[in-house]
Structure formats: structure tokens, C-alpha cells
């Protein structure tokens, strides 16, 4: 169902001299949602001193989406955009790799957190779709044909992603919630440690505008997922190589925040959550569903998003950027 977002961007000196002013942004969403407002309740100048900024990264020896430097520049970059704040930050899975990045050597060491593939949950759920021949979700089935703005045109085959990439994915809303039990009065601030640099200014007007610090406040904020995506040419769009995966998703997790006194409560629904869609996907790969196979903690968020009877609020940090969806596939 259709229904408008309304975002309130406060007066702000950009960071990179945007400007000033005080802009009202209505959007048309194609997402049904629990809560679609971002309003002054959320924004305030004054809390960008609670916020704890968290990357999360683990090295998988033989990484099927992408190459060992894709991730050391992308985490050289992220520490580089975020080291400018100011802010705290913690390391979270092999802070030892990421803290040896040199532009990460301002993350508080004594705070992060180590995690072997042991410690993170949902093995089991992680295991689902690298057996369905799962691949990239922004792929199409078989051979994707891309307009690439450097390389011109390409065929790309979709490999198949491996159990311990899903493991990662399905893990982030876990390990901020570890995180938040020693930092209750703080903003944890979740950003994707290959962030695009596309994603910045939604990560600028965060900060500037300050996700305010309210005890009564038990929601995740999240960035909106790209909603088209002209540079794949196909007659119908679907996700993950397979032709059975036709949901759009609503949330993307590549910038997430919460207040740390509400971890529990976001916990507790979230494996409320990945544990119906988990077993949705089981049920189709039996042959026993029509639905899709194939899974991430993006899915997992948009099924919580969507679903009425699972009592968690999901609120967008960001507006929707068209330019974000025609970009999205470019170097994916």
C-alpha cells in the first residue's frame, strides 16, 4: 500500500557547506510500515554527544561477494568519513583487523568487542539460503546483464553467497545489542563498514541532527532501501537469482541506530522475526511454498517492518533519494 513519508530536516550547516535551511520532504513510499513518520521527536542538535558509532567486520577466508581489498578500502574510507565527527567508536567482530586499518586507529580498543564464528548466532538460519544457491540479493536470475558507468555493458554471473557471509549479515542487530548492555544511556549507531560514499550525507544528517537520546523510545532506525534500479535491464524485477524472490525490500541495514536501553526489547523481536521468515524459507525450499528461498537481515527487518503483529517500530534516518536507486547496482 502507498502512504507518504514526511521528514523534517532541522536547520543545519552541512558538513561539506550544503547550506541552511528548513526543508519539508514528502515522498511517496511503496512500503506498508508501522511507523513512517521522522519528525522533531527524533531530531535533536543537542544529543550528538550520545552517539556511539559501531563497525562490525569478520574476515572470511574465501569471500564469494566480494574480494579481500574491496573490504580494506572500504573500511580505510568509512573510518576516514566517520573519524571527523569526533564521536567514540567501537570495533566489533576482528577489531584487531580492523583496528591494524590505519584510518580506523581512532575506534576505543578497550571497549570492542572480539566474536569468532562460534559466538554469533543463527548458524542454523545462516545456513538456509547458501543451500538454495542464493546469490548478490540485487541480482537477477542466472547471468545479470548491467550498464555499468564504467565498464560500459557486462554479463556478470551471480555466485552463490556462503553461510558465513549470511551469518554476519543476520548477526548485526546481535551484536549492537551486545553492545548496548554496557552503553544503555548512549545512541548505538551501526555503519556498514564498506559504506558508499553515497550513504554519507545520511550519516552527516544523523549526526548534525542528532538521533535525541529518549528512554521511552524503543524503535530502530534504519536507511531506506533503493527502490528502482533502471541500469538492470529486465522485464520483471526479482532478487537473489531466483525468479520466486519478488519483494522489494523496505529496510536497508547499511545505517541502523538505537537507543542502548532499548537492545532487549529490538533483540527479542528481531529473532521473532528472522524465526517466521527463517521458516518460510525452509518451507519453500521443500517445494512446499511458492515464497522465496532466500534471505539476509534486510528481508528479515522489511517482514518485521511489514508485519502488524510484531510490535517493533522501524523508523527511516533518511528521506528516499531516487538518485540512490539509479546508482544502487553500479558497482555491485
Known amino acids: ?17 550544503v ?36 563497525i562490525f567486520y569478520m574476515r572470511v577466508k574465501t569471500n564469494s561477494k566480494h574480494p579481500p581489498e574491496f573490504y580494506q578500502e572500504g573500511l580505510n574510507k568509512t573510518c576516514t568519513y566517520l573519524r571527523q565527527f569526533g564521536l567514540p567508536g567501537v570495533a566489533l567482530g576482528d577489531p584487531d583487523f580492523i583496528l591494524s586499518t590505519p584510518a580506523c586507529d581512532w575506534l576505543n580498543k578497550n571497549e570492542s568487542i572480539s566474536y569468532t ?11 538456509l539460503p547458501p543451500k538454495q544457491l542464493c546469490g548478490k540479493k540485487g ?19 551471480n555466485n552463490t553467497i556462503q553461510k558465513e557471509i549470511y551469518q554476519i549479515w543476520l548477526n548485526k542487530i546481535e551484536v549492537m545489542a551486545d553492545l548496548a548492555e554496557s552503553h544503555k544511556d548512549k545512541q548505538i549507531v551501526f555503519v556498514d563498514a564498506g559504506l558508499r560514499d553515497r550513504f554519507y550525507p545520511s550519516v552527516s544528517n544523523l549526526v548534525n541532527g542528532g538521533l535525541s537520546y529518549d528512554p521511552n523510545d524503543q524503535s530502530l532506525w534504519a536507511s531506506v532501501y533503493p527502490a528502482t534500479s533502471p541500469l538492470i535491464e529486465r522485464e520483471e524485477k526479482t532478487f537473489y537469482g531466483k525468479e520466486q524472490c519478488k519483494t522489494t525490500p523496505a529496510v536497508m541495514a547499511a545505517i541502523m541506530a538505537f537507543g542502548g536501553h532499548a537492545g532487549k526489547h529490538i533483540r527479542d523481536l528481531y529473532r521473532k522475526g528472522l524465526k517466521q521468515t527463517a521458516k518460510r524459507a525452509a518451507l519453500a525450499s521443500k517445494g512446499n511454498s511458492s515464497a522465496c528461498p532466500c534471505f539476509d537481515e534486510e528481508l528479515v527487518l522489511t517482514d518485521i517492518y511489514r508485519d502488524e503483529n510484531i510490535p517493533l517500530e522501524i523508523n527511516y534516518i533518511t528521506q528516499h533519494n531516487s538518485a540512490i536507486g539509479d546508482q544502487y547496482y553500479d558497482t555491485t
Open 117 to 127: 564464528f562460534e559466538d554469533l548466532k543463527h548458524a542454523e538460519a545462516a545456513s
Open 1 to 17: 500500500r502507498n502512504r507518504w513519508l514526511i521528514f523534517w530536516i532541522m536547520p543545519i550547516c552541512a558538513l561539506f557547506g
Open 139 to 157: 541480482m537477477q536470475a542466472g547471468k545479470v546483464k548491467i550498464m555499468n558507468k564504467r565498464f560500459g555493458e557486462n554479463w556478470i554471473r
Open 19 to 54: 547550506g541552511k535551511g528548513l526543508m519539508w520532504w514528502a515522498i511517496n513510499s511503496e512500503y506498508g510500515t508501522k511507523a513512517d513518520v521522522i519528525g522533531s521527536t527524533g531530531l535533536n542538535l543537542n544529543d550528538s554527544s550520545r552517539i556511539l558509532f559501531t
